[in-house]
């Protein structure tokens, strides 16, 4: 793909909210909650209806629920079900479109736990896997070929080299390579994160020429995260938007936003908060093109 990637549709005049997309979040700990911040923050500005945090430490609600009052949470604190080897039955019964996993979850026994269980789960829909949701995959790949929707992972070089369990080289085509790699062997739609992010199932190939080296700062792929899954809800909604494309699009949305960001605060001030506050702009001139 080498023109820019078409953004979302636009919804009807008379659309609801339940029309502009249901993202369930699964991110965050008490020690790491501006992941999930961002996260949800970055989904609601990339269009989202509805926007849940599931939440395993209450502590996480008071966390969030300032910087982001358009949040909805799913407590599930007291289930006992992922103790006993199931995906916690609140998770399973609540209605979204996609799900976004992985920032912020930390890489403790009961992530890896979880985080297979969502892997195997019968939802149907589109999954995010990202940050500490791929390091339960070092070096077996294969297994997110379980997830029964679109998968889609997003590693940094770091992250890739873990999954592939080799060095992946900074060249344009050895990145290429490892992202086609990924794909291949996850099933799932492949953004390896970096200058020139590539997104790639494996045959389609999309290299983004938006972003600049202030986006080199933490939180920013929590950012992209949410965009993404934004993005994948309006192509489970949309007729004739494939899942390839809302996912190179929510790329380039993220770093046009960087470098809007860029233009106003200087490469060494950005912070993943301007990410999204430049969205709205950067999605808007993407509209009018």
């Known amino acids: 793909m080498s023109h820019d990637p078409a953004p979302p549709p636009m919804l009807p005049a008379d659309a609801h909210k339940g029309q502009a997309g249901r993202v369930l ?108 949701a791929l390091n339960v995959f070092h070096g077996a790949p294969e297994l997110i070929l379980q997830a029964h929707g679109t998968a889609v992972v997003t590693p940094h070089v770091r992250e890739a080299e873990r999954l592939l369990d080799r060095e992946v080289p900074a060249d344009a085509d050895a990145r290429l390579d490892a992202a086609r790699e990924i794909a291949e062997r996850t099933g799932a739609l492949c953004v390896l994160k970096g200058r020139g992010t590539v997104v790639t199932d494996g045959e389609r190939v999309y290299v983004n020429d938006t972003g600049n080296s202030g986006m080199a700062t933490a939180g920013s792929g929590d950012v992209l995260c949410g965009v993404i899954g934004a993005y994948l809800a309006a192509s489970i909604l949309a007729e004739d938007y494939a899942p390839f494309d809302a996912v190179a699009a929510a790329v380039h949305a993220h770093g046009a936003a960087g470098d809007l960001a860029l233009v106003e605060r200087g490469a060494r001030g950005i912070i993943a908060s301007d990410l999204i506050e430049h969205l709205p702009a950067a999605q808007r001139a993407t509209e009018r093109a």
């Open 25 to 132: 979040c699964i991110c965050g700990s008490p020690a790491m909650p501006g992941a999930a911040t961002l996260v949800v923050r970055a989904a609601q500005r990339a269009g989202a209806g509805l926007v849940t945090l599931v939440v395993f430490q209450r502590e996480l609600i008071a966390a969030v629920s300032p910087c982001s009052p358009e949040t909805l949470f799913l407590d599930v604190s007291r289930t006992q079900d992922l103790f006993a080897g199931r995906l916690p039955r609140e998770i399973q019964e609540h209605r979204h479109d996609v799900r976004v996993v992985g920032p912020g979850l930390s890489r403790s026994g009961r992530t890896r736990e979880l985080v297979r269980r969502i892997v195997e789960d019968e939802f149907a829909g589109p999954l995010v896997l990202d940050a500490d």
